[in-house]
């Protein structure tokens, strides 16, 4: 379809209009924290994060 497919993926962050300054920027620090990490650290966090949010959905016992 032209006019699509041209940029391999990308990512943003979006906040309320009006968040306070200082929330933005803990926001901005914590993600550039994120993606300083490397390769091993990130899959690790990635690990850690997918365990505790199947434990959280199996809790919900969606599967009725």
């Not at 994120?34 to 809790?59: C, N």
């Amino acid at each position: 379809m032209p006019g699509f497919g041209r940029a391999s993926g990308f990512i943003g962050l979006f906040a309320p209009a009006g968040t306070p300054a200082p929330i933005i920027k803990k926001l901005s620090h914590e993600v550039a924290a994120i993606l300083a990490m490397d390769d091993d650290t990130f899959a690790r966090f990635l690990a850690g994060e997918s365990a505790k949010w199947k434990q959280a959905l199996a809790s919900l016992d969606l599967a009725q």
